[in-house]
């Protein structure tokens, strides 16, 4: 009876059974909802941009393919890309300046030079109108040339990078705007030619440049100069580099007119040899052997039965 008031205490040991799981599970679920945030956040942006603004992120990522530069000399081998800024500098366009007459030392005589002349004071007046506006026409044609230009420039450039059959030959295709119009050339480079060495045989990737060409080219009006050159090396075969540079200029434009560009848009096909290369300090250099496409920078022509 002695041990009826006994106190017995019972210890129970808890199991730690989620002690070995610590708190690595937070850490990939953190992980988890910031992806899924991100993906989220993406297909927003992608559903509010438009095409324009997508294709500009697009080419900012994209290697720039084609040179836009001022010069004959320089493109990528110049170490210059094409801009948006660089491609509105382009061109050249003239502002011509008139200067107002001087004011009459005598007024009293110049009114009545002017009384005696009757009416050829407001005849003059208006021609003079007419030639200010003649001339404000030709600016804003001048601007709207330099912006078509501007246009094809970039055109041809998607066009490539959009073409997998010729978008390694991007370094190979320059775009500038000389004074003579809006220049396409395509280039050779070691272990790449555009024509069969020694020649008149274009290489068939060149064919489909050619032709993606022509078809950017037959959206605007503009006459077309093509130009063969080749290096300052004569040529070691039966004709001579005048005459290859001749029949490969001649083979474009056989190509770029069965692509349906009008026949009659050709002004002038012709050959240079090495007579104008586009690296003098090194004459024989694979870049000088090239295919010269100018778009004119001339007024379109007039319809025959337009009336002035």
């Known amino acids: ?177 000389t004074p003579e119009g809006l220049r396409i050339q395509l280039v050779d480079q070691d272990g790449r030619p555009m024509f069969q060495p020694g020649s008149t045989e274009p290489m068939p990737y060149t064919k489909k440049l050619l032709q993606m060409v022509a078809k950017i080219i037959d959206r605007l009006p503009n006459r077309i100069s093509i130009s063969g050159h080749t290096g300052g090396k004569a040529s070691e075969g039966a004709v001579s580099n005048w005459e290859l540079s001749a029949a490969r200029a001649n083979a474009a434009r056989a190509i770029i007119t069965g692509a349906g560009v009008d026949p009659d848009r050709i002004y002038e096909v012709a050959g240079k040899a090495g007579s104008d290369p586009l690296l003098p300090e090194d004459p024989n250099a694979s870049a000088n052997r090239r295919l010269s496409i100018v778009l004119l920078r001339e007024a379109p022509p007039v319809p025959p039965d337009h009336k002035l």
């Open 1 to 177: 009876m002695a041990n009826d008031g006994a106190i017995i205490i019972r210890r129970i040991k808890k199991g730690d059974h989620g002690a070995h799981h610590g708190g690595a599970w937070k850490v990939a679920y953190a992980d988890f909802v910031t992806a899924m945030m991100a993906f989220f956040l993406l297909m927003w942006l992608i559903n509010t941009t438009t095409p324009e603004q997508k294709r500009g992120i697009a080419d900012y990522f994209a290697a720039q393919s084609i040179s836009q530069t001022s010069s004959g000399s320089g493109g990528v081998l110049g170490g210059k890309v094409l801009g948006q800024q660089g491609a509105r500098a382009a061109g050249v366009t003239s502002i011509n300046q008139k200067d107002s007459p001087p004011a009459p030392s005598d007024p009293i005589r110049s009114h009545d030079t002017a009384k005696k002349s009757g009416g050829s004071t407001d005849a003059q007046g208006q021609a003079t109108s007419s030639e200010a506006a003649s001339d404000a026409s030709e600016h804003a044609s001048a601007s709207t040339r330099d912006e078509q230009f501007t246009s094809a420039a970039e055109s041809i450039r998607q066009a490539m990078q959009d073409s997998p059959d010729i978008a390694d030959l991007s370094r190979q295709v320059m775009v500038d705007q």
